[in-house]
């Protein structure tokens, strides 16, 4: 098999995660000029915004792209717990001046399921496609290997990295605990055994026979060369680039990890309904006082949360948005996506 940089088409052994809602199409092209890997999430869009985006791009850029999709079991509407959770988050709507949604929704929808994104990415093609949460049919995985898109998923253990494997995916994204954003798990109430970067990326190398990318907790040249030590063939970074100026990150979320917040990141369920590490703010905080088989299906529940953050910032209060980020959080540094991998490849050189 070549080389994953070669099928890849980049210089640098280096992804910039998909990052639904705050990785932008400006920062991909930016990303890949610079002879990385720059990934879009549309995850949280549907086929037409897909597509603008992939647009969007291709006006900046002509090198390799990323898009990535959600392949998550659909959700399971349940009426009584979506209106338990809302009582639930009522006092935390009314501190704000607000009242909960009346309903909630499934904002998204899967890949599983959504033939529109499907004929989308057939249509445009791009380098590569990525998915978050499992992996869709052998139907859809031989059309977009039909279409010569290169095929990457994140696994979080040897299991479902078997699983990818064996469903024919190129190449397999090691996600550590200590990952920013959602976690990869494809069954969200199965055990977790929650291993780090260091040992699930290890565990993938000697045992399964696809390229590696270690993600999770990798800030920096010296994180990028320890993944690369440990056998990894590229390193995917997300909290990285939350702080790049071509970022959609708010100005809240950009606050708190530029202060003494970024030092504390919590996994919660209670923000979208699937785990997802987070800078600990007050949504984090009320996450921990509640019992998580209350919470909505992913993504339900991220109805209830995109309301409550909307609440918070018409008074002034960042504090319950979805502000992912991974452990490494406090060594983030701002500024534009091309210097900050120009940088990332000074640094794994040595310089
Ligand atoms: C703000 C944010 C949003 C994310 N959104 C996505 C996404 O849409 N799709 C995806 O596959 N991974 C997503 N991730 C996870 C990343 O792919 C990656 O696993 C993670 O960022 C690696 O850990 P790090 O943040 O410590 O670098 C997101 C991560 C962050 C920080």
């Excluded at 993600?215 to 390193?235: F, K, Q, R, T």
């Amino acid at each position: 098999m070549k080389e994953l940089l070669e099928l890849l088409e980049i210089d640098a052994p280096i992804i910039q995660a998909p990052m639904a809602g705050v990785s932008t199409p400006g920062m991909a092209a930016a990303v890949s000029n610079a002879g990385a890997l720059g990934s879009i999430g549309v995850g949280a869009t549907n086929a037409a915004g897909a597509q603008q985006m992939i647009a969007t791009f291709r006006g900046l850029s002509r090198r390799s792209l990323n898009v990535n999709v959600f392949c998550h079991a659909p959700a399971r509407p349940d009426h009584g717990r979506e209106s338990r959770w809302l009582d639930l988050l009522r006092p935390e709507f009314e501190r704000l001046g607000a009242t909960p949604p009346a309903t909630l929704k499934e904002i998204y929808r899967s890949f599983l399921e959504d033939d529109d994104m499907l004929a989308v990415l057939l249509a445009e093609r791009p380098k590569v496609v990525s998915f978050h949460f499992g992996v869709p049919s052998r139907e859809r995985i031989a059309a977009l290997h039909d279409a010569g898109i290169l095929l990457l998923a994140c696994a979080t253990s040897v299991a479902e990295a078997r699983v990818l494997a064996a469903a024919s995916v190129d190449a397999v994204v090691a996600q550590g605990y200590e990952a920013g954003g959602h976690r990869g798990v494809f069954d969200p109430e199965a055990d977790d055994d929650r291993l780090g970067t260091f040992a699930l990326t290890r565990l993938l190398v000697r045992e399964t026979d696809r390229p590696v990318i270690a993600a999770g907790g990798i800030m920096d040249g010296a994180g990028i060369a320890a993944a690369l030590s440990l056998g990894a063939s590229a390193a995917q970074l997300g909290t990285a680039f939350v702080a790049c100026d071509e970022s959609q990150a708010d100005a809240g979320y950009r606050a708190a990890l530029a202060s003494d917040a970024a030092r504390h990141t919590v996994m919660t369920r209670a923000i979208s309904g699937r785990p997802a590490r987070s800078l600990a703010n007050r949504f984090t905080a009320f996450g921990r006082s509640v019992d998580p088989r209350d919470v909505p299906d992913y993504p339900i529940a991220y109805d209830a949360a995109k309301a409550l953050h909307a609440a918070g910032r018409t008074k002034g209060e960042p504090g319950f948005g979805a502000q992912w980020a991974g452990q490494g959080a406090p060594l983030s540094r701002a500024m534009p996506a091309a210097e900050l991998v120009a940088l990332l490849r000074r640094e794994l050189r040595g310089e």
